[in-house]
Each structure stands twice: as C-alpha cells, then as structure tokens.
C-alpha cells in the first residue's frame, strides 16, 4: 500500500507559477511509472506530466514548455514546477503511481488561475 499526498496548489493569476508536491509514503526508486493528471468538472482526468518507470519523462502537448516534473528519490517525492499558468490550466490536480499492476491516486489540489 502506497498514501500519495498532494500540496502546493492555490490561486495564482494567469502568468503565474506554482511548485506541486507529491509525497509518497515508500520508496519512488522503483515504480511503473509516476506523475500528475488533472481533472475539471465533467471530464475525464488527463495525463500532465508523468515519469516512465525508465526515468523518461512525458508531458500533455498543453504544458510543454511550461511545466517540468522532478522528483527527490530520498524524500520520496515527486515535483511538478507550473510556469506561465494559463486559466485553462484551472483543474484539480492528481498525483499517481503504478507499481506493477496497482495504480495509487492522492486526494488532489487544486490549482485555479485566474485571468
């Protein structure tokens, strides 16, 4: 079993930044793979930005170049750095890990830009 928790969201104006957290309670070193989605109200979750289980690293079209996901293997934690945030980026934002076949999900946070 793996707790996932999820910080750093808030309300920023458009143009803005915000630093996501997500903390595991075991180790990341070895997983699937491991990153961010996000979900608004009425749609399906989306991939924002992920590690492979290899160390690549995949990003949504929408943030490229704007967000980078990082990750601290000896604080358990993975990063998702939000530069030039848009209002479209306003979502609840959901970090999650796939070890082997079971994928864990945090409660999420919510990020809201403001135009």
């Known amino acids: 079993q793996v707790q996932l928790v999820e910080s750093g969201g808030g309300l920023v104006q458009a143009g803005g930044s915000l630093r996501l957290s997500c903390a595991a309670s075991?180790?990341?070193?070895?997983?699937?793979?491991m990153g961010w989605h996000r979900q608004v109200p009425g749609k399906q979750r989306e991939l924002v930005a992920t590690?492979?289980?290899?160390?690549?690293?995949n990003y949504a079209d929408s943030v490229k170049g704007r967000f980078t996901i990082s990750r601290d293997n000896a604080k358990n934690t993975v990063y998702l750095q939000m530069n030039s945030l848009k209002p479209e980026d306003t979502a609840v934002y959901y970090c999650?890990?796939?070890?082997?076949?079971?994928?864990?999900w945090g409660r999420g946070t919510q990020v809201t830009v403001s135009s």
């Open positions: 590690f492979t289980g290899g160390g690549t690293t």
């Open positions: 999650r890990l796939l070890r082997n076949t079971i994928t864990y």
């Open positions: 075991r180790s990341i070193i070895s997983f699937n793979a």
